[in-house]
């Protein structure tokens, strides 16, 4: 089924790719895991290996497949269009969602638009309707997976608005901006004062991404299966 730029049977085109093997056709067996998120799911500026999807891939393995349809850019909009186009390719049994920043919106042009919160288009909204169109994303991701039986997880790229969504399987109190720089005092003994950027020098580096994937399966690991 097709209607505009929403389809349940293929992926929207993307200029970057998706960061992940192909879906035609998914391989029998196992459990498809969807992660959806912007670039910092995506992993911009970091090898195939460096990114927090990466890591979390390395989880439950035997039966468990994991796909990252993150995208550059990406907002809550478009990440609830990506999975309802995978229904029907992918077919996932859990979803992973790694919220960006609530300001951002997509724009349904002939070619759909990603606009991030200081575009001029969005110079009407502020932080109610900024917070009503994240809850309307977070109810389409839900309502998708109560029709097709299907887990959900909940974290976020930078700000957390967990208070937002209690009651779902949320990832508390660290994202993945503010879970590095880290100290262990069992394994440190000077703190790290540096930032760790990915080497487009914006985006954040393998230590945030490394350490992110940790603390999603020390919190949902038993979850994940």
């Not at 917070?131 to 974290?155: G, M, P």
């Not at 990832?171 to 879970?179: G, I, S, V």
């Amino acid at each position: 089924m097709k209607f505009g730029h929403y389809s349940d049977n293929e992926l929207p085109q993307s200029d970057h790719g998706y960061r992940c093997a192909s879906w035609d056709a998914v391989p029998d067996g196992k459990k498809n895991v969807v992660v959806l998120g912007c670039s910092h799911t995506w992993g911009v500026g970091l090898h195939d290996d460096q990114h927090w999807v990466h890591y979390l891939s390395n989880h439950n393995t035997d039966r468990l497949r994991y796909w990252n349809l993150g995208q550059p850019g990406a907002s809550a909009d478009l990440m609830v269009r990506i999975l309802y186009g995978c229904e029907k390719t992918i077919n996932p049994n859990i979803i992973i969602a790694c919220w960006p920043l609530w300001t951002r919106r997509e724009r349904l042009l002939d070619t759909p638009e990603s606009l991030t919160g200081d575009a001029a288009e969005l110079g009407m909204e502020n932080e109610v309707t900024d917070k009503n169109n994240f809850l309307k994303n977070v109810f389409l991701l839900e309502k998708y997976a109560q029709k097709n039986r299907c887990v959900t997880f909940h974290c976020f790229a930078e700000y957390s608005y967990e208070e937002h969504i209690a009651g779902l399987n949320v990832l508390k109190k660290h994202t993945l901006r503010n879970c590095w720089p880290h100290w262990d005092k069992f394994e440190q003994r000077v703190a790290h004062d540096k930032p760790d950027l990915a080497s487009d020098g914006k985006h954040f580096g393998e230590q945030h991404h490394k350490r992110f994937a940790e603390l999603f399966l020390n919190y949902f690991g038993k979850k994940l299966k």
